[in-house]
C-alpha cells in the first residue's frame, strides 16, 4: 500500500503563545510537513507564492492579515485554515476554520486542491 506524501504547512502566527506547541504538534504529525513558520502576511504571502506548501494554518489575529492576503495565498493554490473565531475566518475567505490549540486537527480538515 503506497502511502500519501505529507501535507506541505506553512504556519503564520507572529510569536502567538501556542505557536511553540503548535510546531511540536505540527512536526510530530506524519501526515504534516512543516516548511516554514512566518513572522508576518508579507512572508506567508511570499512563502504561499513559492509553491512548496500546500496549506497554511494562520492565526487570524496576525497584524496586517486581510481578505486581500487571503485572496493572495488561495491564489498561489494554498488553502487557508483560519485560526481563531468562525466569523472571523469566513468573513476573510479562509477554507477552513480551527482552534489553535489543534492545528493538527485543523490542518487535517481541509481538503486540497
Known amino acids: 500500500m503506497t502511502s500519501?506524501?505529507?501535507r506541505r504547512v506553512v504556519l503564520a502566527a507572529a510569536g502567538a503563545g501556542w505557536e511553540a506547541a503548535a510546531v511540536r504538534a505540527v512536526e510530530?504529525?506524519?501526515d504534516l510537513q512543516l516548511v516554514r513558520r512566518c513572522v508576518d502576511v508579507a512572508e506567508l504571502?511570499?512563502?504561499a507564492q513559492t509553491g512548496h506548501v500546500a496549506v497554511a494554518a494562520v492565526d487570524?489575529?496576525?497584524p496586517g492579515l486581510d481578505v486581500e492576503t487571503v485572496r493572495a495565498v488561495r491564489a498561489a493554490g494554498v488553502r487557508v485554515v483560519g485560526l481563531g473565531?468562525?466569523?472571523?475566518?469566513?468573513?476573510?475567505g479562509a477554507?477552513?476554520?480551527?482552534?489553535?490549540?489543534?492545528?493538527?486537527?485543523?490542518?487535517r480538515t481541509v481538503r486540497l486542491r
Open 28 to 30: 510530530a504529525a506524519p
Open 60 to 62: 487570524l489575529s496576525v
Open 85 to 92: 473565531p468562525a466569523d472571523r475566518a469566513s468573513a476573510l
Open 4 to 6: 500519501s506524501p505529507p
Open 95 to 107: 477554507d477552513a476554520v480551527g482552534a489553535s490549540d489543534d492545528v493538527v486537527s485543523a490542518l
Open 45 to 47: 504571502v511570499a512563502v
